[in-house]
Nanobody, 119 residues
Framework: QVQLVESGGGLVQAGGSLRLSCAAS????????MGWYRQAPGKQRELVAV???????NYADSVKGRFTISRDNAKDTVYLQMNRLKPEDTGVYYC?????????????WGQGTQVTVSS
């Protein structure tokens, strides 16, 4: 069984910063893509950023230049550094990992962490 545990959410004023972390544990051979998604109230979940095993990155246009995704393969962990936060960044942030183990390829989600940006 594989589990993702997120941390780092909270309440911050506009213009502030937060760093999210998501660590995987359990039976893991390797991890392909790691990503962060968010869901605002009344809206669909959307991609924020993704990083491949080769460390290629892709960002939503709304966060380019403000957010940075990174990964530590030794710790099976993905990070999201969020700077110059805006009220519209508010939402529940979920990490996702494509994990390969004895069962095959598993798309695994974290439990979500709340990020609230006040104006």
């Amino acid at each position: 069984q594989v589990q993702l545990v997120e941390s780092g959410g909270g309440l911050v004023q506009a213009g502030g910063s937060l760093r999210l972390s998501c660590a995987a544990s359990g039976s893991i051979f390797r991890i392909n893509d790691m990503g962060w998604y968010r869901q605002a109230p009344g809206k669909q979940r959307e991609l924020v950023a993704v990083i491949s095993s080769g460390r290629f990155t892709n960002y939503a246009d709304s966060v380019k230049g403000r957010f940075t995704i990174s990964r530590d393969n030794a710790k099976d962990t993905v990070y999201l550094q969020m700077n110059r936060l805006k009220p519209e960044d508010t939402g529940v942030y979920y990490c996702n990992m494509e994990i390969v183990n004895g069962l095959g390829l598993l798309s695994t989600w974290g439990q979500g962490t709340q990020v609230t940006v006040s104006s």
